[in-house]
């Protein structure tokens, strides 16, 4: 069926849904009376189910297919996060992140083409990306909530999927001159108990104050929330199959089994610190002027303890069991098998700021208005990792001993997976034994990102009067948005690659034996070390050495005392080279984006009428310049025709085979929109939607340097040197010349409306994908035939076949992969339904059971693109596009009488594609999930309310898998979260 005839056959069909339901409710349910725009300010949301209400009149009064949250007051909304209450949007689904939905998807697609404001303002993330991290806004603080489905040339560029804005109270709006609220939840988690480092309370507070004065000319409100609660999560995960190096019995069939398998527990303290204030003046009728300030302080204290068997492909396996002839989902590990126990410093501090002052004035028929905001965020992620193995004392059988007199033991692994539940696993050795047990790799590698957007905006409005054409407005906007990324890196021990280091001993008073609960109590016990104790005990001992000169890498005279011996080494984690550039990746991994945004918009608001009914909406276009830049690092070999300099790191050590590149794109695009909506009657609507769409590449993503993951730039792969020679790759997948993903999109949507009592809606949409950013990899790539400058021959370190000692020599260089990113042009068709219906269900029951209701919604996804499955080798080889849920749906059912008020609330999404962790994170399918919410509170008339609140009911897991449910992902579970709370308002 072509797209002409869909479009006439859902006509029809809403058409004839449209009658029916129409006819349907009117015998359940009588008349509601005439409403005009006086009547919707009117309404008072004290609950739930007057929130709901409250949203029903927003989406009925919008001039666009929109959703909408909204609450009176600050702390109306109780969930988490805002993040919560828009999962129980039709259409958006969720990501957890440590058991809270963090990341949301809006109608099939991912995260990062979601756009946010707040208040209309751009807003910027701490995490290397566009798109917000909605946990990190308390829903206590936020006093109305906007899903824009459908753009307007008057909303700021970036939002395929959507655009979600924030909005705080406006004090000169509030029906009481004052208003004070205060809410104390205390916190309770059942799994922590299981967790090490996890404590099972914490609690929550929110204090707000709003006020008017000077006889309604001046509003201030002022909101603090803070949030301090256990993070608690139990983790198995194995990674992507890799080939087997050798397999007992011997087959001539490649076997693939999981290259790791891991075993955590992360727990510790979250933090959240919220502050909110605004000033809002209005001297004379025709003036407003308001300065808006949201500040989140969030920080996750937390540790990663647990067992890694690490590089399992390259071990011999015996009597695996196989799934489709070739995939091994159990057997046993042997000869050569790398078994380390994990104690990772997984802490973040995170800081955001958005403030904006504006200022509105009318005359006449003509406003104006001027918006100057400011956003900013910086993160710091933590991002350690410390390992200890299991040894023994080395006999004269032992070909390898470390300077300690000991050699690793790591035994055999017998392994049996079970799809998306918990594995077996047992292991040759013990992990909790103080006298067998080594620290060898004390490791941190933190990331620091710093991001902010300046903007001025002006709009003007002018009136008509006209019957057709009424408003018209136009203004511009101008943004400057900079981007910066760092790295950083301190590594200690044989297990770093600094062979002149030992591995440590850990002691009782610097390890505590952890075991397992619940359902993961078959795991083997471990010992969590302190790992910045033993490292200050190796920097008492003095062994923490600069070089060592007995090393192949001889000491630099820098690097040596007065006496000839080493210096010692700062322990700082600071950009470094380090040793033979082994750490380079730590300068040379660095982002430095600037985008520069001029934006202008006309728009025309439509009212008319058709057949006798009126039609009215909006038609505009916006116009978008851009440029963005970006500045690099990149191996020119010392060239200095190439601009090599000297390039110095956090330690002052210098290289000159480095230099600086600058990239720059510009580019115009031309974003038309129209909005209709067409009253079938006086409670039925019939909303039509057609736009052209983009969303920008995620800022990291411009940056012309390595990735984060460090596959990046161009390097030399050595692996091969001892065959004589090595190769050069070049990895371009961060680019400055990415263009936006475009889309063009069309929407229609049927709504009736039950008074202010009920809403049925059915939408439909299209999106026509142009164009979308693809990696592609070309295997020896000609590189030189290219223009790439490249040395003929490399000093490689190899082992001396005679002596058996490491050597330096030169080998030969030849071409790698090239691997780089590009906009698909090829796009496709990204569409779905969506069903959604919320009711007050007293005119549908007996007098006896009022204020009962439910609010429910079901979305279907459909869509032709996939991406390349990061396993190559999978049965399934590509997966459907990151973020597309094909089903997702809530209901919530409530019952609010009399100041007391019980809702039980559910939340599906079918199985999806999402990117899981930050460093080398993959693209994986996330299996399906329910999970189920429930809150019961009793309200006294004298503003004194008393509340039970219990989210994740089942302790649902989070479960995830590489394109088939036996090659299992990730299991994991958060835990149960219980909190009871009182709130008070005067």
């Not at 605004?278 to 407003?288: G, K, M, Y």
């Not at 000093?795 to 906009?823: K, M, Q």
Request: glycine letters at 8%.
């Amino acid at each position: 069926m072509n797209d002409s005839r869909r479009v006439q056959t859902t006509i029809a069909w809403l058409g004839f849904a449209a009658t029916a339901l129409s006819a349907a409710a009117q015998e359940a349910a009588p008349d509601a009376p005439e409403e005009d725009d006086s009547a919707i300010e009117e309404v008072v949301v004290t609950g739930y189910r007057t929130s709901l209400m409250s949203s029903i009149q927003s989406k009925r009064s919008a001039d666009s297919i929109v959703e909408v949250i909204t609450a009176e007051d600050i702390g109306g909304l109780p969930d988490f996060s805002i993040a919560d209450s828009l999962s129980r949007v039709a259409g958006i689904t969720t990501t957890r992140s440590g058991g809270q939905a963090s990341d949301i998807q809006i109608r099939g697609l991912g995260d990062e083409f979601v756009f946010a404001t707040m208040k209309g303002r751009e807003q910027v993330s701490p995490h290397l990306r566009r798109t917000i991290e909605f946990n990190q806004y308390p829903s206590e603080l936020i006093n109305r909530v906007t899903i824009n489905k459908t753009p307007k040339a008057s909303l700021i560029e970036g939002g395929v999927a959507g655009t979600v804005d924030l909005d705080v109270v406006n004090p000169l709006d509030n029906r009481e001159d004052r208003k004070i609220a205060t809410s104390v939840r205390r916190t309770f988690n059942d799994r922590a108990g299981e967790v090490y480092g996890a404590d099972e309370g914490g609690y929550r507070l929110t204090l707000s104050w709003q006020e008017k004065l000077f006889e309604d000319t001046v509003g201030l409100s002022l909101g603090y929330s803070r949030l301090s609660q256990p993070s608690a999560t139990v983790q198995y995960h194995g990674d992507t199959p890799g080939r087997a190096r050798d397999v007992y019995p011997a087959t001539e069939a490649e076997i693939y089994v999981p290259q790791t398998i891991q075993f955590y527990q992360i727990g510790g303290l979250e933090v959240r610190d919220a502050y909110l204030g605004s000033l809002q003046l209005q001297p004379v009728d025709a003036l407003t002027i308001q300065a808006d300030v949201f500040y989140t302080e969030f920080s996750t204290d937390t540790t990663r303890d647990g067992v890694s068997l690490q590089g399992s492909a390259s071990y011999a396996i015996a009597n695996p069991r196989l799934v489709e002839g070739n995939y091994a989902v159990g057997g046993l590990f042997y000869n050569g098998t790398n078994i380390f126990v994990v104690s990772g410093d997984t802490s973040d501090d995170d800081d955001v700021l958005s403030s904006g002052l504006n200022i509105e004035y009318a005359a006449g028929r003509w406003s104006v208005a001027l918006d100057a905001s400011h956003s900013s965020a910086s993160g710091n992620q933590a991002d350690g990792y410390h390992y200890a193995n299991v040894y023994r004392r080395c006999t004269e059988e032992d070909p390898v001993c470390t300077r300690t007199g000991y050699t690793r033991n790591n035994g055999q692994v017998h392994w049996q997976s079970d799809g998306l539940r918990l594995p077996n696993v047992a292991f040759g050795v013990r992990m909790d034994d103080f006298n067998t047990l080594r620290m060898t790799q004390y490791g941190k590698y933190p990331r620091l990102s710093e991001d902010e957007v300046s903007a001025v905006k002006f709009d003007m409005e002018f009136d008509l009067a006209s019957p057709v054409i009424p408003v018209v407005r136009f203004g511009a906007r101008q943004s400057q948005r900079d981007y910066a990324y760092g790295r950083q890196v301190f590594q200690y021990g044989p297990g770093s690659g600094y062979i002149h280091d030992i591995d440590m001993p850990i002691t009782e008073e610097t390890g505590d034996v952890v075991c397992w609960g619940g359902d993961y109590s078959h795991f083997p016990c471990f010992i969590s070390f302190d790992a910045e104790a033993i490292l200050r005990q190796a920097v008492e001992q003095n062994l923490v050495l600069q070089c060592d000169p007995q090393a192949v890498y001889h000491c630099d005279e820098d690097q040596l005392g007065p006496d000839g011996r080493p210096l010692p080494r700062s322990t700082e984690t600071i950009a470094r080279w380090g040793l033979n550039n082994r750490s380079a990746w730590s300068v040379r991994q660095r982002g430095d984006v600037g985008e520069d945004v001029m934006a202008y918009y006309l728009e025309a608001d439509i009212e008319t009428e058709v057949m006798g009914r009126t039609l009215s909406g909006n038609i505009g276009v916006r116009v978008v310049d851009s440029e963005q830049s970006s500045v690099a690092i990149y191996d020119v070999f010392g060239d200095p025709a190439l601009n090599a300099e000297p390039i110095c790191d956090g330690d002052g050590r210098c290289r000159d085979n480095f230099a600086f590149v600058t990239f720059t794109e510009q580019y115009q695009d031309v974003f038309p929109s129209l909005n209709l909506n067409y009253m079938l009657s006086e409670d039925v609507y019939l909303r039509f939607g057609a736009a052209k769409v983009m969303s920008r590449p995620p800022i990291n993503r411009l940056s012309s340097d390595q990735p984060v993951d460090g596959g990046g730039g161009n390097f030399i792969d050595d692996s091969t040197a001892s065959e004589g020679y090595v190769t050069f790759n070049f990895s371009n997948t961060n680019s400055t010349s990415l263009r936006p993903f475009e889309a063009e999109q069309v929407d229609l949507s049927f709504e009736r409306y039950f008074g202010d009592t009920g809403l049925f809606a059915i939408a439909l949409y299209h999106k026509d994908i142009k164009s979308f950013i693809q990696d592609l990899t070309i295997p020896e790539f000609d590189f030189r035939a290219n223009g790439f400058v490249i040395p003929e021959t490399y000093e490689a370190v190899v082992l001396d076949p005679e002596t058996g000692g490491a050597v330096i020599t030169p080998v030969e260089v030849r071409d790698g992969a090239y691997t780089f990113a590009i906009n698909n042009k090829e796009g496709g068709y990204i569409r779905g339904v969506e069903f959604s219906w919320t009711q007050m269900l007293d005119a549908w029951l007996p007098e006896a059971l009022n204020g009962f209701g439910f609010n429910a919604s079901i979305a279907f996804v459909d869509s032709e693109i996939t991406i390349n499955n990061p396993f190559s080798q999978s049965p399934s080889p590509t997966f459907p596009y990151p973020g597309l849920a094909d089903q997702s749906g809530n209901l919530t059912v409530f019952f609010e009488r009399g100041g007391f008020e019980a809702r039980l609330g559910t939340n599906y999404q079918s199985a999806k594609v999402s990117s899981f962790g930050v460093a080398f994170a993959k693209d994986t399918v996330f299996a399906e999930e329910t999970k189920i919410d429930a809150q019961i509170s009793y309200a006294f008339d004298n503003g004194l309310e008393i509340l039970l609140q219990a989210y994740n009911l089942t302790d649902e897991p989070n479960r995830s898998y590489w394109g088939e449910e036996y090659l299992t992902g990730y299991v994991q579970n958060f835990g149960r979260e219980v909190y009871l709370g009182v709130d008070y308002s005067f």
